[in-house]
Structures are given as structure tokens and as C-alpha cells.
């Protein structure tokens, strides 16, 4: 709510309902002056709406906004759109989101039944950038206003000229030509006397009104010369003032030919001559004004059109050239396979496939009576449940049968193990189901078009099924390669809409004539594109819902496979220039059940190269055929189904349900179904950034490291609750390493939290009801899903390279004490970080410092390995405190800043170095067929370095990354790493090109600039660095840290040594259990160049120390959870 009244919202609604069928009262709405009130009673209303339509749609169109996760303005614009289309109102009005979103839906027409509906959205990046602009504003500046917004708001606006009103002043020519009132009335007598002596010298005008050559005979009541066979339906003014007003005229032709006709057949109507000298006066009064009308109509309609075709061109598809009608050559191809074959088909990627694709599940003995033995009784598949409605239980639970009680005969529901698929013609000729064929869609905007251009009496509903049997027409059989001409497909539908019990009626005749009218103005507007080569019923007697079409076959990839082939693909396109091309796709997913013993798991399918027609199938957005995965026989099978009865000549479709992380490629993929419902790409998009942003605050990049660290010690419980809950079970976790199950269960509690967390974000976006309730669990599930199916992925991946490897040592370990004073001090004084930083000492004159560092070199070796540590840290104390003493000509102060933070760093790891390794080659005929590119090149594997493990288990959440390893390299600077000394001396050649490298993770940099305002130079890190740490990440890592250790420990202070030697004293007692005793003993090294307080008798003990943390900590611990990405 408090969201939602944060919106400001100008209301300005003309409206006007005009169909009594869809009159929806929403007058009330008027009244409502709170904008959240208005928008509850518009949700209501619109939810009437959809559970009126099918359950289908209403999935279609609840996934459809999932998709997109525009959230409220998606919801908004689906909803209103729709909402205006039904009841057919005028409807302006302008809504501001001042925050993020803009919208802007207007229709403006002030014609009285003429409806456009324009409406327009801020792109998402758009969007971004302008909340990005105002919120930078904001801090300059408080008085921004929604004024200024408003500019930047693109709105597309279409005026329309209106022709047809112009026209409308004919009638009221005509009306006044005629006082007598002839042309409307029933009856043509008492005609004026005077017309009876007048001597009309007009013989043969009659003969303007017939467009025939008619035959004419003598009557002899009337004694007029009238035509033989004269039909016409134009009977009354009325009739043509209706036709005017239903916007059927398109050019002067029209008009005058029906002009002709009604004063034609009024003339048939004339029952002496005195009333035809009264028509004929009308006309020749009315003619000469009519002509000049209808001549400005034919200028007007000319813009008119031009207007209507100008709409929507975001959603036309663009092409240079028109027609493309796909040669023989261009057509894929396929080798035709009877089953899955696994990619590489070799062992033991074989077994390991068959094992995912089998199946523990086991039908139940049906009953002899059941259900599966009728299609028609089988029930729908439920696709937000993701199951069969059915009675029968096997058919539920997506099992085929095996046995029935008391009868041998196989039921319905075992048309995969008996192989019973649909006939394709090019094997069976004649006796096929389908055929596979070229096949022709509209798009969108040409969609748009021809609903804008029917005539006004249809209403929405008719409108739309007409242009499902205008789809019909475009691929009529044996027409095919003339499926782009649409005036051909109007003939078609003309020519049959006259056959005796004909699938087209006369509204269907009238509708495809009104295209051929404005095609023949412009035909820009009604394109036909080529959806290549699809599959269409060629059964006379069409294909029955429910049946099975045929299983989707292809080649089978594990996910590690399938993401190598995809990385090579796009290295390929890259390589080639082609990386504008859209690549074809035609791979689908196949999940495990949720309900299978063995848990889930994900494999692809692929017919690129082999499979059958299924691949065939285009995309729609409210398919006739869908995909389910069955268990057959104890195997996954993906079963295509036809969801609905197919009529003969219809092309079959399935909704491919997929995503793409790019927007770009998301607009490249422009929708050709046609549909009512389309949603316009056939690709979603997917990993938007907002969708990340629950993923940036708690679950960041030191975060992940963190969790990967612990696993790798085992710090971590096997959580079998929640691998339960993810139905995570043997199928994933077969040769999984402990490690690497301790590091799933940690990503799964992340993937759980985030779920919650989603959830109550959406709760508070919406006004809280059942049904948004309902929706925002669906959203945050499927974001979960989508989480859980990268985790998936990544695990297959990881179990890859162990097994290729050999190996199951886990990715991270951490350094002993003795390997980290060899990394400070070095073995026999050939030193590392110490000279390091004694040179830079050296270079600017500092003597104290450099006797320091060698006094203490002196010194270590009196200690203990632990106590030689504490004394290094508190080296790195001391000296942070020396350096901020003086002013200094190097970045003294940052260099201060780091030596504090390693002070307080006790926690380093180190990788492992695994084996390297070069993946099985991917065969050039894989991608030979992708995006175009011809050429066939060299066969290779993909190259696995010693990271990658370390790489993809950070960056688990996403797959597009080649080689995650590079941008861990990237991503460790400044969170995992410290600089290298060198940076902060001001007399090295700093490199201009590292203003690229500098990370937007760099929480060192951040620190320094942010938080101190200290300037640095740029600064560089070790590219072979073998140990990492920092205080961020022991912030992260030390949970008993607390959560405040950051904010105690990095104080700035120039002349109290005191804070931060209290400090020191505490979480070296806190981490390490040391004495005060024993530090104070250490500290006696550096007594002459610090003040240090004395030791206090009456110390805390550890444990007070502890328990006064641990209360703030309950105070703060969601906002500890929000991790470090905010407080800077
Ligand atoms: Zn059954
Ligand atoms: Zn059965
Ligand atoms: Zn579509």
C-alpha cells in the first residue's frame, strides 16, 4: 500500500461503451479519486476478465508477465490493454510512477466509434537510466520534479485523420436532395404533381445506376425501361449511412458503385414515372456535390491508411527483401533417429545418460473402464501444475500404462512404448497425418493492421477468429509457395466462402474483401513471412486432442556439454562476424520429475541434426500441441501432444517457452503466430539486473567465496532437509565429493532465503489479495527455478572436470601458519611482502621504519609459529600508525590504510592447482547449420584450466560465461587480494590502460576513496598471486567477527595509537584466544616508537567480550546479511 500511494496518477477518462455485449459498468470507476482505489477496482474488474477466459489463457498470459518482469507495468499494460480492447472505451489517461516507471496508455480518437489504443512503455534500460538520472538529480538537487521527467518520456500518439467522417456528409447531401424522403422509405407513392407535367429530358439516366450491362424490358404499370435480373442489397439510405459509419469504404469506386446500386434499386421500385422524374432530380442535384466530397475522401483515406500503417512498427518484421520464400536448399535438414543419441556417444557420457534418463516411477494397474482407453475422455494437460488433468492415474502423474485389469488391450496412454506416432507423408503418401511443408505467419504489427482495418460492425471476438481462419487460408494446401501474398489468401477465402457448407461464412467473405480494398492502396501493411519449413495436418479428418504427435527425439547433452557447444557456437559467430544473427534453436529441456526417487536432474535435447518432424513444429503463443515429459517403459521421454483438436490444413505449433539473457537477441525474435494472445518475441527474457539485486546484497562475490571456503573445509553440515525440499537426490549427487554436497546445501539455504525475500518484496509491490498473492509465488517460484536449474547446471559442470581430472580435492584450502611467514618474511631473508615494503621505505628515506622491519626480522625467530604471526600483524599495526605521522610523497595514507586492514586479516587461502584438460572435440557438422555460417572449420574441445572449478562454483548463478575463471581474476581484485605495494609509491609509471580494470567489487578502492576520501594511484595486483585474503572477506568469513568488526577496526586516526591497539587486543583475543599477557610482551618491540597504554589488572574475559557482541548482533543481524555492498 505505502507504495502504491506513493504513485501519482492523472486520471482523465472519456469513455463511451459500445458493445452491449462487453458493457462492463465502469462508471464507478470514475468516482474513485485514490488512485490505489482505482487501480484495486481495475485488478478486480480485469481478474473477472481472465477467469472468463480459458485456463490456458490465463496461464499464457500469467507467464507472459513473469517472463518479461516488468512487474507493475507490465501487469498494468497486459491487463489494460486487454481490459480496453474487450469493452471497446474511449480511455486517456496518464499514469506516473515517479520512481522508476512511466507509463503512458492513451486512445485518442475523437471520432464516435473509432477506437485506437496506443500505448507505450519506457524501455527497461531506458527506465533504468532515467530512475539512475532523477536519483542523482535528487542529491544535487531536492526539487525534481515529474515535469521534467515527462520530456524524456517517448509516447507514441497516432492521429487520425478520419476520412469516413468527411464522408459521412454525402448522406446529409443526399438527405437534402431529397425532401420527399424516397431514398429511406418503404414505399415509393402520392408523389409531387408537378413532376407530372414536367418534360424531363433524361431518358437513359436510369442506366448510370446499374454497373451491369443489364438487358432491360418494358414495364407496363410504370411505363419505365427496367433492367432483367437486377439484384442489389443496398436497399436504403440507412443501409449506406451504416456502411460509412462501419468504416467499409476504402476508395471512391466503392462509394459510387454503391450509390448506384441503392438508387438502382429504388428505381426498381418506382411505380410511375413521376417518381422516377423525382429520383432523378435527387441525383442530379446531389451528383456534382457528392463528386467533389468523395474526391477530398479519396485524398483523406490515402493518409489514413498511411496513419494505420505507421502503428506498431517496433513489432514488423524488417526485411530488405519481401517475399523470401525458402529454396530447397535453405531448408534444414535432419537424420531421421529412433531414439535419443547421446552427445558424445561415446562411454562413459553413454551410461551416464541412460542413468539420468531413467526412471524409478511404476504405473498402477489401470481398471478395464478407465479413461486412457478414450481420447476424448483423457483429460487436459495442466500446464501450471505441470500435469494431466486426469482420471486416470498414470496419465496424471505423466506414467504410460502397462497393465490394465482383465484386458490385454493396450490403452491410449501407451502410445510411445508402442511406437504409435503420427504418419508423416513424405514415408506414407497418401494415408499420412502430417506433412512437413513451408509454412507462412503474420507478425504482430501486420496483425495490428488488419484489426485497425476491418469494418467497425465486428466486434473484438469476431475480428479475432477471423484472422485464425485468415492464418488458415495463408497456408492453404497447395498453394505454398505463394503463402506470402495475402490478397491471394482473401481470394481463397472469398472463392470458399461460397461453397456449400464452407468452413468460411459471409462475414469471413466481407472481412477478406475489406483487406483486398486497402491492399490495394498500400500493401506495406500485410506482409507474410516465412516461418520456414513447419508441419501441417494433411488428415482429412484432423488430429484428435490428446493424441500423442510423435516423442521430440535428438541428440542428448549433459549440461556440461551442452554449454561447451553453445560457448563454441558463439565463439564461432564471433569469429565469423556473424554475431547479429539470431542462431536457430530447436533444443528443449528435459527435467527429471519433481516427484522421482532419485530427484531431479536436467538434460538437453537437440535435433539440430537428428530427430524427426517434432522439429519441425513452430513456435506459437497459443498453441494447438505442447511437450511433456513422460516416463515410458522406466525411460524420460518427451512426448508432443496435441493439446487440442487440429483441423485439416492447420499448421501444428508448440510454445517453445524460451529465454534469452540478451535483450537484443530478445528483439530479433519477432513472434510470426498471429495469435490473439501473442506475446510478440518468441523468446522471454530472462537474468534481468533487478533480478539480481536480492542475489548483489546477500549473496555478493566475497559472500560466495566465503561459502566456498567453508565447504572446502568442511565446515558444514550436510543439510538433508533442504536437499529434500529441492528434490536434490541421488541422480545429482552421485560422485559428488563431501566438499562439494556441503557447498550445494549452503547455495540451496541462499536460493531458499531469496525465494522468502522475493516473495515479501512482491507482497509489498502489490495490494495484498488472494490472487496477487497467488501470482507473486508463482513469480518467486519460478525465479527459484530458475536458480535451482543453474545450480544444476554448474554441478554437472564441476562433476565434469573431477572426473576428467581425476581428482576430488576440493578448490580451496587454507595456508598454514608456517607457509604464511615464509610469504612475509620469506625463507633466508630473501623476502617477499617485507622487502616490498623495506624498499619502498628505503626509496622515500624512511630509517625508522627500515630498522623497524629489520628488527623484527631479528627478533621473530624467538617466537612461537602462532606468536610470530601476532607480531607480524602487529608490525603492520605499528607501522600503519608511523606512516600517517609525517606527510609523505607517496600515497602514504592509502598504504596506511592497507597495513591497518592486514593487521586485522587472519584468515589466507590458497587454490588448488588441478590438472588442466581438453573436453572431447565438438563436431563441425554441430554448428555448421548454426547462424548461417557455412564454412566449416576445425573441430575442437574446450580448453579447462586449473580455475575453472574455482570460477564456476563462484559465478554458479549463470551460465553465459566461457571461462568463468577470467572474470574471477577480474572479480578477486580488491575483495580477495590486496594491491601490491608498489601502487601506492607515486614514482611509478601507472598505466593508463588500468582504468579498465578497476572493478566495480574493488572494495579496497572503494574504501580508500569513498569512506576516507584518501587518493590513490591506480592500483596493481600480482597476477600469478597465490594467497588471498583480506579483511573484507574475514569479515564475511569470521562470523565470530560480529558484525560491527569493520566499523571498530578501520578508524582513522593520526595521533591516537590507543583505539586501535584496544582494538587489536580484542579480536586477536576473539579470533586466537591470545593473552593480553602475551601481546603486551610483543608490543615492548616497538615501546620506543608508539605510546601504548598499560596493561589493566581488572580485564574483561573473553567470554563478557563475546556476549556484548553478540547482542548488537541480534540487533543487526539482517543487516548484516545485507553485507558490505551497502554500508559503503
Ligand atoms: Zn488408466
Ligand atoms: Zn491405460
Ligand atoms: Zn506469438
Known amino acids: ?265 429504388i428505381y426498381m421500385k418506382c411505380k410511375n414515372k413521376q417518381s422516377y422524374y423525382y429520383l432523378s432530380k435527387v441525383w442530379d442535384d446531389a451528383k456534382p456535390k457528392i463528386r467533389t466530397v468523395i474526391q477530398e475522401f479519396s485524398e483523406l483515406i490515402k493518409e489514413e491508411v498511411y496513419n494505420i500503417l505507421q502503428m506498431n512498427t517496433e513489432f514488423k518484421v524488417s526485411s530488405t527483401i519481401w517475399p523470401v520464400v525458402p529454396e530447397r536448399k535453405d531448408i534444414r535438414t535432419y537424420i531421421e533417429i529412433q531414439d535419443y543419441e547421446p552427445n558424445p556417444n561415446v562411454e562413459p557420457h553413454i551410461s ?64 510411445i512404448q508402442l511406437k504409435q506416432y503420427l504418419i508423416n507423408r513424405i514415408n506414407f503418401g497418401d494415408n499420412a497425418d502430417v506433412e512437413e511443408t513451408l509454412c507462412w505467419g503474420i507478425d504482430v504489427y501486420t496483425r495490428n493492421v488488419i484489426i485497425n482495418i476491418l469494418p467497425l460492425n465486428y466486434v473484438e471476438v469476431q475480428k479475432n477468429q477471423f484472422i485464425e481462419k485468415l492464418i488458415l487460408a495463408i497456408n492453404r494446401p497447395n498453394d505454398k509457395e505463394r503463402g506470402y501474398d495475402m490478397g491471394l489468401a482473401c481470394d481463397y477465402i472469398i472463392r470458399e466462402s461460397r461453397m456449400v457448407s464452407s468452413y468460411y461464412n459471409k462475414d469471413d467473405r466481407k472481412m477478406a474483401k475489406s483487406i ?269 527455478e530458475e536458480r535451482i536449474q543453474n545450480l544444476i547446471f554448474t554441478l554437472d559442470k ?33 623476502s617477499l611482502l617485507s622487502n616490498e615494503l623495506y624498499q619502498l621505505f628505503q626509496k622515500h628515506g624512511l630509517k625508522k621504519l627500515m630498522e623497524l622491519i629489520v628488527l623484527i626480522q631479528d627478533k621473530r625467530h624467538l617466537y612461537e609459529i602462532q606468536e610470530q604471526l601476532l607480531l607480524t600483524r602487529l608490525l603492520f599495526l605499528v607501522l600503519s600508525h608511523l606512516l600517517l605521522q609525517q606527510k609523505q610523497s607517496f600515497y602514504y595514507e592509502g598504504l596506511s590504510l592497507i597495513l591497518q586492514m592486514m593487521a586485522f586479516t587472519y584468515t589466507y587461502f590458497k587454490q588448488t592447482e588441478y590438472k588442466g584438460f581438453q573436453s572431447p572435440p565438438i563436431d563441425d557438422l554441430e554448428w555448421g547449420k548454426v547462424g548461417l555460417i557455412k564454412k566449416k572449420g576445425k573441430a575442437e574441445g574446450k580448453t579447462y584450466s586449473s580455475l575453472f572449478v574455482w570460477g564456476q562454483l563462484v559465478g554458479w548463478y549463470k551460465q553465459t560465461v566461457a571461462t568463468p575463471q577470467l572474470s574471477l581474476c577480474v572479480d578477486r581484485r580488491g575483495t580477495l587480494l590486496y594491491p601490491q605495494i608498489s601502487s601506492f609509491d607515486i614514482n611509478i609509471e601507472k598505466q593508463v590502460q588500468s582504468q579498465q580494470e578497476k572493478n566495480k567489487t574493488d572494495f579496497i578502492y572503494k574504501y580508500l576513496e569513498k569512506r576516507f576520501n584518501i587518493s590513490v594511484g591506480e592500483m596493481s595486483y600480482k597476477t600469478n598471486q597465490k594467497y588471498f585474503g583480506t579483511i573484507f572477506f574475514e569479515y564475511v568469513f569470521s562470523q565470530e567477527l560480529g558484525s560491527q568488526f569493520l566499523d571498530r577496526v578501520l578508524v582513522y586516526d593520526k595521533k591516537d595509537f590507543n583505539i586501535k591497539f584496544k582494538q587489536f587486543l580484542k579480536y586477536e583475543k576473539l579470533k586466537f584466544n591470545h593473552s593480553s599477557e602475551q601481546i603486551y610482551k610483543l608490543i615492548d618491540h616497538f615501546k620506543n616508537l608508539v605510546q601504548v597504554p598499560k596493561q589493566r589488572s581488572n580485564r574483561k574475559k573473553i567470554e563478557d567480550i563475546k556476549s556484548e557482541d553478540r547482542q548488537q548482533e541480534d540487533e543487526l543481524l539482517f543487516k548484516k546479511e545485507c553485507l558490505i555492498t551497502q554500508e559503503i
Not at 501519482?8 to 462492463?24: A, G, P, S, Y
Not at 537428428?610 to 505442447?626: Q, T, V
Not at 562433476?799 to 581428482?807: A, C, I, P, R
Open 1 to 265: 500500500m505505502s507504495i502504491l500511494q506513493n504513485f501519482r496518477l492523472d486520471v482523465q477518462l472519456v469513455f463511451e461503451v459500445h458493445r452491449k455485449q462487453n458493457k462492463i459498468h465502469i462508471e464507478s470507476l470514475l468516482t474513485c479519486f485514490n488512485w490505489s482505489q482505482f487501480l484495486y477496482c481495475l485488478f478486480e474488474r480485469v481478474f473477472i476478465m481472465i477467469l472468463k477466459c480459458s485456463k490456458f489463457q490465463f496461464f499464457v498470459l500469467q507467464f507472459y508477465c513473469q517472463i518479461i518482469r516488468k512487474q507493475i507495468i507490465c501487469l498494468l499494460c497486459r491487463i489494460i490493454q486487454g481490459f480496453l480492447q474487450k469493452v471497446e472505451i474511449e480511455f486517456v489517461f496518464v499514469m506516473e510512477f515517479p520512481q522508476k516507471i512511466k507509463i503512458k496508455i492513451e486512445m485518442s480518437q475523437k471520432g464516435k466509434k473509432c477506437i485506437k489504443l496506443s500505448s507505450s512503455i519506457e524501455e527497461e534500460k531506458k527506465s533504468d537510466s532515467i530512475s539512475k538520472q532523477i536519483k542523482k538529480q535528487k542529491k544535487k538537487n531536492n526539487n525534481v520534479g515529474i515535469v521534467e521527467n515527462k520530456k524524456k518520456v517517448k509516447t507514441q500518439v497516432i492521429k487520425r485523420q478520419d476520412a469516413w467522417k468527411h464522408l459521412e456528409t454525402v448522406v446529409d447531401l443526399l438527405i437534402q436532395s431529397d425532401p420527399k424522403n424516397i431514398l429511406d422509405s418503404q414505399e415509393l407513392s402520392g408523389l409531387i404533381e408537378e413532376f407530372e407535367k414536367s418534360e424531363r429530358n433524361s431518358k437513359d439516366t436510369y442506366k448510370e445506376w446499374f454497373d451491369k450491362e443489364y438487358e432491360y424490358q418494358y414495364e407496363e404499370t410504370t411505363q419505365l425501361m427496367k433492367p432483367i435480373n437486377f439484384k442489389s442489397n443496398l436497399c436504403y439510405l440507412h443501409e449506406f449511412r451504416k456502411r460509412v459509419e462501419y468504416r467499409q469504404y476504402w476508395d471512391i469506386q466503392e462509394i459510387i458503385k454503391d450509390l448506384h446500386k441503392l438508387f438502382g434499386n
Open 352 to 415: 551416464q545418460i541412460k542413468e539420468k534418463l531413467s526412471s524409478k516411477k511404476i504405473p498402477v494397474k489401470c481398471k478395464s473402464d478407465c479413461v486412457c482407453f478414450d481420447l476424448s475422455r483423457m483429460g487436459t494437460f495442466n500446464y501450471s501444475d505441470i500435469k494431466w488433468d486426469s482420471e486416470c492415474p498414470n496419465r496424471s502423474n505423466r506414467i504410460e500404462c502397462r497393465e490394465h485389469e482383465g484386458t490385454d488391450k493396450p490403452c491410449l496412454n501407451m502410445q
Open 516 to 784: 483486398k480494398r486497402v491492399i490495394k492502396l498500400d500493401g506495406g501493411g500485410f506482409r507474410i513471412h516465412t516461418k520456414g519449413c513447419g508441419l501441417v495436418c494433411v488428415n482429412k479428418f484432423g488430429i484428435k486432442t490428446n493424441s500423442l504427435i510423435i516423442p521430440y527425439l535428438g541428440e542428448i547433452y549433459q549440461p556440461w556439454r551442452w554449454y561447451e557447444k553453445q560457448d563454441f557456437i558463439k565463439k564461432q559467430m564471433k569469429e565469423h562476424n556473424k554475431k547479429d544473427i539470431l542462431p536457430d534453436f530447436y533444443n528443449i529441456m528435459l527435467d527429471r520429475h519433481l516427484d522421482d526417487y532419485d530427484g531431479i536432474d536436467i538434460l538437453f535435447v537437440d535435433p539440430i541434426n537428428k530427430g524427426n518432424f517434432s522439429s519441425r513444429l513452430s513456435h506459437s503463443c497459443n498453441p494447438n500441441c505442447g511437450t511433456v515429459t513422460t516416463v515410458s517403459n522406466g525411460s524420460y521421454v518427451i512426448g508432443m501432444y496435441a493439446m487440442r483438436d487440429i483441423q485439416y490444413g492447420e499448421e501444428l505449433t508448440f510454445d517453445y517457452c524460451s529465454f534469452t539473457e540478451s535483450k537484443q537477441e530478445q528483439l530479433q525474435a519477432l513472434c510470426l503466430c498471429g495469435s490473439e494472445n501473442c506475446k510478440k518475441y518468441y523468446l522471454g527474457l530472462s537474468n534481468q539486473r533487478e533480478y539480481n539485486a536480492i542475489l548483489d546484497r546477500n549473496h555478493c562475490f566475497i559472500k560466495r567465496n566465503s561459502i566456498l571456503l567453508n565447504s572446502c573445509l568442511d565446515n558444514y553440515k550436510i543439510d538433508q532437509i533442504l536437499l529434500n525440499k529441492y528434490k536434490i537426490g541421488s541422480s545429482l549427487l552421485t560422485d559428488c565429493p563431501f566438499w562439494l554436497k556441503c557447498w550445494i546445501c549452503q547455495s540451496l539455504g541462499f536460493i531458499d532465503q531469496e525465494y522468502k525475500i522475493y516473495k515479501a518484496e512482491l507482497d509489498t509491490k502489490f495490494i495484498f489479495n488472494e490472487e496477487t498473492e497467488k501470482w507473486n509465488q508463482f513469480t518467486a517460484q519460478q525465479h527459484s
Open 798 to 830: 564441476i562433476k565434469f572436470f573431477l572426473k576428467q581430472s581425476d581428482t576430488v580435492e576440493p578448490p580451496l584450502s587454507k595456508i598454514s601458519n608456517e607457509d604464511l611467514i615464509i610469504n612475509f618474511w620469506g625463507m633466508n631473508n630473501e
